[in-house]
DNA sequence: GAAAGGAGTGTGACCGGTCACACGGCAGAC
DNA sequence: GTCTGCCGTGTGACCGGTCACACTCCTTTC
């Protein structure tokens, strides 16, 4: 007893308007009522209100998929990710949403579990057939960017990515460098008088996230000490192991985190062990999620624009048959928001 | 240059095969191949294995849209919500998701900005295609809510809603009952001592949210004082407002609220007014959002299935037209998560 | 006054699937 | 040996839009 075990009976399909049936309440022919649809200039403003008329007293909608199959193509996005409720994930797909609303365009949402080749090669069938129309792979991780990697190059795409983009891949790629800003970071804490700042890593494509490598510039050219890297999963549990080996270790008094959840976690972590934030370590994290202004303390972090990449991804996708991208698109630099969090270190 | 100015051209409709093409490769006619791409017993082994050839070969997809067209009917569900970041809307989204991959079908999502007018019709309009296929509107608030009402008969529909559903509306309502655990958890508070608990209520449609009856009826059936409520909106700053005017009442000792992120905020108003959690004043939350297990100190709070409801509508929306519910789709009840966050009051 | 051209409208074919029905071949029943 | 019936397959029409092109006026130009 599928639902998809059979068409719509004659009865319900008849009850549902076409262009012809507008056509003929208004006694034009569908063509006409096609191009006042389309915005046609070439429909005189009576016949242009006659039909408009028509569609109203009906109750006309147009249908989608047949508009996509006379195209062509369809006139949608869909998104694909390997998550719906990271901050990050979840704030692009809203920026993407809100720009392709705009447009009036459809926006579906594909997830991709992993980058196990099933995985990856479901999601790619799925992505390739026209009625997806457009495509944004997030791709801030291995899943993404294999999905993008094994797009056949007839369905037009632009990823949203890690810093710097995906090497050996010949799309359009948008992202947010927030490597000034972790470079900010870490001369805020060295500034306060910290000797070294640790950090904690979250999953990376490229492995060289420009978290780290801000991070590790500032330290370099501060001539300070680059302590090794803890990196983490994207789940609370393995940011807390990072932690509390942060928390064992009394010279660590400044950490800063690949993002606010793992922020979280690793200060957990330290008041476990009795070590103040930010008395005794300066924690700083990275997003700027609503909410984490009221912790206690208040965490320093970057805010990471991620809505407007969204946004961008979409006005680059429009552009992407033809020309440049349109201006005012882009998403605003990831900056250092200081909080609570940060303090000259106690001791040492 | 819109990029929907024309048709794809010719030479490159063509590269794309279609089930024409596979038949002639394979030496069969399209309805064949139409067969075998619906698994029809019809078809003999070897044939099938001739058309699967073909197919692979050719690099064959299904086109949806005219899947779509020729059905009259998408095999797809477009999610309604009023946001993508709130934990409850993301993840109910996460299980809508989840099962429609499973069974195949395509996920679109539209957002509803907020229940003016405006929004709610062109919300509505963009959902009453056909191309749209069935509808899951997450309805926690007065924006999905109006959007569900709104909808024509001929959409087939299931609502995600608050406990109770929304009154007046005949479609399918789906929900999560937090009653039982809202009187858990607030006489878990009066049970350490508390002489009666607060209640800062998160938006909702009915005005009388489950969290709400199941904290009054707790509070009246334990013969205690019903403090005034205070609402908030999903702003965390309106929270901590509610917060600071906690603060100031010496008699506050335990908060129940209507969510993790509300919690948050609170607890923050409660610090600055240097009233210790939970030392001088117990908090609660709701939804047990990852992370919360992290806070210093860890939230108690309510732990809600949101994954489950949306995999519970979708599998009510598969429903629809026929019979009963299936069974194992029951999401999980909502249930008090006791941590560090409430402990007996330390003074009065 | 006839030719040229553009504005406004209609007709036919097509997109890529679907369903309805027709048809040939072979097995089993009588 | 013919009839019946099912299996496996093919043909035609259709879904609701689209584009390409033809056609009719009406104006402008010479």
Known sequence: MRPSSGRLDRRQREAVPSIRDVAATAGVSYQTVSRVLNESPRVR??????????IDRLGYRPNRAARALGLGRAN??????????????????????????????????????????????????????????????????????????????GVS?????????????????????????AADATRHLLSLG?????????????????????????????????PEI???DWSP???????????ADRDVT??????????????????EAGRDVPGDVSVVGFDDVPGVAYWTPALTTVRMDFVGLGRACLA????????????????????LVVRESSAPPSRG
């Open 45 to 54: 403003p009576d016949t242009r209100r006659l039909v408009l008329d028509a």
């Open 76 to 153: 949608a996005v869909t998104v694909v990710t390997s998550d719906t409720m990271l901050y990050g994930y979840a704030s692009t797909l809203r920026g993407i949403e809100e720009a392709a609303r705009q447009t009036g365009m459809a926006v579906g949402v594909r997830v991709v579990e992993s980058d196990r080749p099933a995985d990856v090669r479901q999601t790619v069938e799925h992505v390739s057939d026209q009625g997806a129309g457009g495509v944004v792979v997030i791709a801030f991780d291995a899943a993404g960017a294999q999905v993008l990697r094994e797009l056949p190059a």
């Open 157 to 181: 795409a632009v990823a949203a990515t890690e810093a710097g983009g995906i090497p050996g891949c010949e799309r359009t790629m948008i992202f947010l460098d927030e490597r000034q800003a």
């Open 194 to 226: 910290h000797r070294t700042v640790h950090h904690v890593a979250i999953p990376s494509e490229t492995g060289r996230s420009a978290r780290q490598v801000g991070w590790r510039d500032a330290l370099e050219s501060a001539g300070v000490a680059v």
């Open 230 to 232: 803890l990196p983490v």
């Open 237 to 247: 549990g393995s940011a807390y192991t990072a932690g509390r080996r942060l928390a």
């Open 254 to 271: 400044a950490v800063l985190c690949g993002n606010d959840d793992a922020a979280l976690a690793v200060r957990r972590a330290l008041y």
């Open 316 to 335: 680059a996708l429009l552009d992407e048959p033809g020309g440049d991208p349109r201006p005012g698109a882009a998403p605003e630099a990831p900056r």
